[in-house]
């Protein structure tokens, strides 16, 4: 059998709700789409729509124009036309607001109602002139209020959505808590068409969070970690706060905060065979019940030893340029670096731009692991993991190669016993 959104379905009902898509749909205000849209929506080729299409016609189920072509209910036309909102052109006066509004009242929320929903509303304006659509085109069925929700979630996470924020510790996730909540009200109480959330739905609606569980295998090739930085040192040169930042982020798998507070004190030591190594230390306030969160690091490369040494020449006590910047300042201009490196890579996990800095502490954990045969142990200790189940389970998957490596090399001499 077919399916219709993942559901099984009749062909039948499958041609219909294409022809509703593509001649638009007044009762359910849904705009005409064109066929390429029709095929992104229902995850089919051009060629099915097509075909549907054409069954369509066959069966007289359209009416066709004076060329033979199906004729588009010209009357949905304004849900196309967008127009920005903004204070020309205020969203209060869409229909949809409106009844929204009124019916707010009813449910206790403030003497006018506008005051009370205020952040709902502001959310709404926000998705509407991102998305450049129109408020009813949130209620009109559920997966197409969930996909225009992922839409302005994915801008988040790629950049292409700015977030409006001066928190160090703003997050994709934390921008859109307040985007996600207005789209739910919206859903639930507009008075034209009342959407409900299923239920067990774990979507981007939901507000489901995502453990580290689940990105134990983010890292980069050493490869790739040589690609970063010549890329780094063509682009923004090896005397810049990226590369130390980056390097420095790998080399001591620092969280985020331990990092942009880490100091440029530091002792060497160099060893018989003429090779330094620069000993830091970092506070880790999450871990401050253990040895008060002091954690040392062990900073091996020549290149990143040589450029610490050029900011402490120029008087920084951090990684970074705390001479002229703010932190948070700091923090919004790095991390845009971090997202353009983890393109110029091809990495098309959203973690990595999700969690710019702290995916630097998941491929640090892997370039540690590689570095020692997977030795978890020593590891947790130089990462400044608490228990190495944390370490296994969240950062630092064993990749199946290793595992048979290992195995291959515990094999021998078994047939000896």
């Known amino acids: 059998m077919s399916s219709l959104y993942g559901s099984p379905s009749t062909p039948d009902k499958i041609r219909k709700h294409i022809i509703e898509l593509l001649v638009g749909n007044k009762e359910s205000n849904i705009a005409p789409l064109n066929v390429t849209n029709i095929a992104k929506r229902l995850n089919l080729s051009r060629t099915t729509i097509y075909e549907y299409i054409n069954e369509a ?12 072509s ?20 205020p969203i209060t006066k869409d229909p ?3 009844s929204w509004i009124s019916a707010s009242r009813s449910m206790g929320h403030g003497g006018n109602g506008v005051s009370a929903m205020n952040a709902h509303i502001q959310g709404i304006q926000k998705v509407c002139n991102e998305l450049k659509i129109q408020p009813i085109q949130l209620t009109i069925d559920f997966r197409t209020s969930e996909a225009y929700a992922q839409s302005y979630f994915d801008g988040l996470i790629e950049g292409t959505i700015k977030r409006q924020s001066k928190r160090v510790k703003s997050s994709a996730k934390g921008a859109f808590y307040q985007i996600r909540m207005a789209i739910r009200h919206l859903m639930q109480y507009n008075t034209r068409n009342p959407l409900t959330i299923p239920r067990g739905y774990n979507g981007v609606l939901s507000g489901r969070i995502i453990g580290h ?23 923004w040169g090896l005397d810049s706060d990226i590369y130390r930042m980056f390097m420095v982020g790998i080399e001591s798998c620092a969280r985020k905060e331990a990092l942009f507070g880490m100091t440029l004190d530091y002792s060497v030591d160099i060893d018989a065979d003429n090779e330094k190594t620069f000993f830091m230390t970092v506070i880790e306030t999450k871990t401050s019940h253990i040895k008060e969160g002091k954690w040392d690091k062990f900073i091996q490369r020549s290149n990143t030893q040589k450029s610490i040494e050029m900011a ?4 920084y006590s951090k990684l970074w340029n705390d001479k002229e910047d703010v932190k948070y300042k700091a923090y919004n201009r790095l ?17 990595f731009y999700e969690h710019a800095f702290h ?21 947790a200790m130089i990462g400044g993991w608490n228990v190495i189940d944390e370490l296994k389970k969240s950062y630092g998957e064993m990749p199946p190669a290793i595992m048979l490596k290992l195995a291959k090399s515990a094999r021998k001499g078994l047939d000896e016993l």
């Open 335 to 351: 991390s845009e670096q971090l997202k353009e490196i983890y393109k110029h890579l091809d990495k098309t996990q959203h973690y």
């Open 359 to 379: 995916s630097l502490r998941h491929i640090g954990a892997h370039y540690w692991l590689r570095k020692t045969n997977y030795n978890y142990g020593f590891v």
């Open 96 to 98: 949809i607001i409106q």
């Open 312 to 315: 402490k020449s120029k008087g």
């Open 70 to 89: 199906i004729k588009i209910n010209t009357q949905l036309k304004e849900i196309e036309d967008w127009q920005k909102f903004s204070d020309d052109h």
């Open 57 to 68: 016609k066959r069966l007289e189920e359209v009416t066709l124009d004076d060329n033979g």
């Open 213 to 235: 569980g689940n990105y134990a295998d983010i890292q980069l090739t050493d490869d790739e970690i040589k690609q970063a930085e010549y890329y780094i040192i063509e682009k």
